[in-house]
């Protein structure tokens, strides 16, 4: 039901877009030969089944650590992690669960259902095609939790000797603690400064034989490299239209999975409830102010200003919401842009960054005691 609610939203938004979209192409046959750590995964699922809500115990629980550990490092299982990582920390927080008055078992079951679907694993990088080119970023899409942290970027196409631009999205991620908040979370990718590096600059990338799975690249840092500077609105002005989307995998097939990149020009307006809105064609979107994240520029004052935003269309609560990803705004009767990226290499804010040198850097200081606990 969801997916076809999910197509059908998408397919009135790729119409009103004038968006062209490719059709969905199933993968190859999966290996016969089922790696450790899913096989692990798999079986953790299966206990949890098994044992019933009610029986889950703490026992169960820190058997996930292991398994969690396990897939943590393969970087294709990075997503069944943290979904386990957080599911088992939801269960852990509402133990003893045989004394819960109400179980939400249908929340529970549908994170389950999700993990044992995405055991079924992913095709192997060597059967995923290729592609090279010039990656022009749109914006980035930052993901926190308290234990994971994953940063997507949003941008176009242009594949080498030519051929149809196209949508993709590029994503890396790392662990962390909940202490670890706010701007300091870019410190936890420092493994990946190409990609630091060209959303703080605004600059475009060069990509060469990444493997593609539908529209997410696969990210391999040492077969990108720095281009020249790409103005993300005038890549969403000139580019963005004629860009063509891939379509959805089945899993992702669900109203709340769908995040298209749009340009909105127009000074946002202030509806009755107070909330930010824009209007289209007639029709007011509100902002998804809410989703505006810590680790960046962006607050409801620049977006109070903007004269164009760059941002995802969302289907959410029943209604379509634009979470923005960068702002153009008149400042002191200046133009401004602002991005969610801006501080991917380091706060630019001096109000803020002399408030982190203030509160001190709690990636380095869990580093230092880290390195101290393993030199024992």
């Known amino acids: 039901m969801f997916g076809a ?30 790696p450790s750590a899913l096989a692990g995964a798999r079986a953790w699922w299966h206990e949890v089944a098994v044992t019933g809500w009610h029986g889950v115990d703490d026992e169960l629980l820190s058997a996930a650590a292991t398994v969690i550990e396990a ?25 003893p669960i045989a004394t819960m ?21 992913v095709p192997p990088p060597e059967e995923a095609p290729r592609v090279s080119g010039r990656l022009l970023p749109l914006g980035v899409d930052v993901h926190t939790h308290d234990t994971a942290v994953q ?42 400064p190409s990609l630091l590096t060209a959303l703080a600059e605004r600059r475009a990338l060069t990509v060469t034989d990444l493997p593609l799975y539908g529209g997410d690249l696969g990210w391999v840092d040492d077969r ?9 609105f005038a890549t969403a002005r000139v580019v963005l239209p004629a860009a063509s989307a891939a379509a959805t995998a089945p899993l992702d097939r669900h109203p709340a999975g769908i995040a ?33 994240p810590a680790a960046g520029p962006l607050n409801a004052d620049l977006l109070g200003a903007a004269s164009a935003l760059l941002g995802l269309l969302r289907w959410d609560d029943g209604q379509w919401q634009l979470q923005p990803l960068a702002v153009s705004a008149t400042v002191k009767r200046r133009v401004v842009q602002a991005h969610n990226g801006d501080w991917a290499c ?6 803020i960054a002399k408030e982190e040198a203030r509160t001190g850097d709690a990636v380095a200081v869990l580093r230092e005691r880290a390195g101290r606990l393993l030199r024992r």
């Open 346 to 351: 380091g706060v630019t804010d001096p109000k």
């Open 101 to 121: 008055t109400e179980v939400p078992a249908r929340r529970w079951a549908d994170l389950w259902a999700r993990g044992v679907l995405l055991t079924e694993g």
């Open 151 to 192: 940063v997507q970027l949003h941008a176009i196409l242009e594949p080498a000797g030519g051929g149809p631009t196209r949508l993709v999205r590029a994503a890396v991620a790392a662990a962390k603690v909940d202490t670890i908040i706010g701007p300091a979370v870019w410190r936890l990718l420092s493994g990946h």
């Open 260 to 292: 298209e990149p749009v340009l909105v020009e127009g000074t946002p307006v202030r509806v009755d409830d107070g909330r930010l809105a824009v209007e289209v064609d007639g029709e007011r979107i509100s902002l998804a102010v809410d989703r505006l």
């Open 5 to 34: 609610a999910h197509d059908a939203l998408l397919g009135q938004l790729d119409t009103a877009l004038g968006r062209a979209r490719s059709p969905w192409t199933a993968p190859g046959i999966r290996p016969a030969e089922t």
């Open 224 to 232: 990108v490299r720095l281009d020249g500077p790409a103005d993300p």
């Open 71 to 95: 897939t943590l490092a393969v970087p294709e299982l990075r997503r069944l992690a943290v979904l386990l990582d957080g599911f088992a920390a939801e269960l852990r927080a509402c133990l």
